[in-house]
C-alpha cells in the first residue's frame, strides 16, 4: 500500500476542524471555534468559505505542512439528496446542489472547500457519509401531516463511527447490534441503529428532538405559527431564533456547556434548571428510540462535545440506564472516520461512489 497523507475538513456549527493524517495516523490537527457573534455577521452560510478557507490556510501556515505534499482531500458532506453511506468523490453536480441548497448548515462548505483546495492541486476531494444519509424506515418518514415528510438528517459520520467503535469494544460486528446513539454536539440527533442501519432518528436541523446548545429542537407549532404571523419578524429572523439562537443561547446566551456548567458552579438557577431540562428532553428521545427497537437495546452510546459533561450525562444516565448499558464517547471520531474513508478509497480498497448517478 503506497503511504497517503491526506486533509480532513470538518465545518461545524460551533467550530472548524481540520486534521492532516500520514497513513491514517493524525500528526496534525485543529480544532478552531467559532462564537455566535462572529458566525453572525455573515449573512449566509455560503458567505463563510473564504473566512473558513482561510482558517484552513492559517492552520498550514503555523504547522509548516505543505498543502502540496497531498495526496488527497476530505470534507463532511452536508445537504444533499438522500443518500446510502459511505465515501464519495466530490463532482460537480455535487457542488451545485452544495451551494444552491436551500438548506443552511455549515457542512455544506466542506466538500466547497475541499474540491476548491484539490483542484488547484491535481488531486481528488472527498466527502464520507455526510448528514444526508437516509436509512429511514418509510413509517419513521410519517410526520402527521400527508405532504410533510419526516426526514433523515444526521450526524450520519460520528454516528457510524462510534457505534462502530462501541461494537468493536465489545467484539461484536455493528450489524448484529441493536444502538441508541446520542450525538450531543451544536446540533443534537438521536439515531436508532437496527443491525447496522438507522432506521429512525431525529432531523438535527429542522426543528425536531431536542434542543441543542443552539437550535430549538421540535416546538409547539401553534405557538410558531402565531409567532410566524403575529410577531412582525422576518422569515429569516425566525430562521434564525430557531437555529443560531435558540436552546441554551435563547435561555442562558452562550452556546458553550463549559459555560454554562461556570454558571452553575457559581450557583446559577437558571442555568442549573435549563441545562437539566436539555438532558431530560435527550433521556425523553432516547425512549423514543428504545420503543422504535421494540426494548431490543445492546447499548445506548452517547457522544459528541457535550459528552464531556459529567453533569449532563450523569441526567440523561439516570434516566434511561434501565434501557440498556450506557457508553459514553466524549467528543467525535469525525475526523478520524473521514481519514478512513478516503484512505480506503485512495488506496483501492474500496471504490468511491459518484453523487448523482
Ligand atoms: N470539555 C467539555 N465539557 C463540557 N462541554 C463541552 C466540552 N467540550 C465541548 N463541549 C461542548 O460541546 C458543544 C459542542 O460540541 P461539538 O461536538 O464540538 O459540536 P459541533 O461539532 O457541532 O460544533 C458545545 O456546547 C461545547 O461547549
Ligand atoms: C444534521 C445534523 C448536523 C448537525 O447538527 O451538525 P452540527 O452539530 O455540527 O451543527
Not at 486533509?7 to 472548524?16: D, H, Q, V
Not at 476548491?116 to 437516509?134: E, N
Not at 432531523?203 to 407549532?221: A, I, M, Q, Y
Request: hydrophobic content about 40%; some cysteine.
Amino acid at each position: 500500500m503506497s503511504s497517503m497523507k491526506i486533509l480532513a475538513i470538518n465545518p461545524g456549527s460551533t467550530s472548524t476542524k481540520v486534521a492532516v493524517s500520514l497513513d491514517k495516523e493524525i500528526i496534525k490537527e485543529k480544532s478552531i471555534p467559532h462564537s455566535p457573534r462572529e458566525i453572525s455577521s455573515f449573512k449566509s452560510i455560503l458567505e463563510q468559505c473564504p473566512f473558513r478557507k482561510r482558517l484552513i490556510l492559517g492552520f498550514f501556515d503555523e504547522s509548516n505542512i505543505s498543502l502540496d505534499s497531498l495526496n488527497g482531500i476530505v470534507a463532511r458532506g452536508g445537504f444533499l439528496k438522500p443518500v446510502l453511506c459511505g465515501t464519495y468523490r466530490v463532482n460537480e453536480i455535487m457542488c451545485h446542489d452544495l451551494r444552491n441548497s436551500s438548506k443552511e448548515h455549515a457542512s455544506n462548505l466542506g466538500a466547497l472547500i475541499a474540491k476548491d483546495l484539490a483542484d488547484s492541486r491535481g488531486i481528488p476531494a472527498f466527502i464520507v457519509d455526510p448528514i444526508a444519509v437516509d436509512e429511514m424506515t418509510d413509517m419513521a418518514k410519517i410526520s402527521g401531516l400527508q405532504g410533510v415528510e419526516r426526514k433523515s438528517l444526521f450526524h450520519a459520520l460520528n454516528q457510524k463511527a462510534v457505534a462502530r467503535k462501541i461494537a468493536e469494544k465489545h467484539r461484536r460486528q455493528y450489524e448484529e447490534l441493536n444502538l441508541i446513539v446520542a450525538h450531543l454536539g451544536g446540533g443534537i440527533t438521536v439515531g436508532a441503529h437496527q443491525k447496522g442501519r438507522v432506521i429512525d432518528v431525529n432531523n438535527g436541523v429542522d426543528g425536531d428532538g431536542p434542543f441543542s446548545p443552539e437550535r430549538t429542537g421540535g416546538l409547539p407549532v401553534e405557538s410558531i405559527v402565531e409567532m410566524c404571523f403575529e410577531s412582525g419578524l422576518s422569515k429569516k429572523e425566525v430562521y434564525q431564533k430557531i437555529k443560531g439562537r435558540g436552546g441554551l443561547v435563547s435561555y442562558l446566551e452562550t452556546n458553550d456547556a463549559r459555560v454554562v456548567e461556570a454558571l452553575i458552579k457559581q450557583g446559577n438557577r437558571k442555568a442549573f434548571f435549563i441545562f437539566e431540562a436539555m438532558a431530560y428532553q435527550i433521556a425523553k428521545e432516547i425512549g423514543g428510540c428504545a420503543a422504535v427497537l421494540k426494548g431490543k437495546v445492546d447499548f445506548i452510546v452517547l457522544t459528541g462535545g457535550l459528552a464531556y459533561s459529567k453533569l449532563l450525562v450523569d441526567w440523561i444516565r439516570e434516566r434511561i440506564n434501565f434501557i440498556a448499558p450506557v457508553e459514553v464517547s466524549p467528543g467525535e471520531n469525525e475526523l478520524e472516520a473521514l481519514t478512513d474513508g478516503a484512505y480506503r478509497v485512495l488506496n483501492g480498497l474500496e471504490k468511491a461512489k459518484e453523487y448523482g448517478e
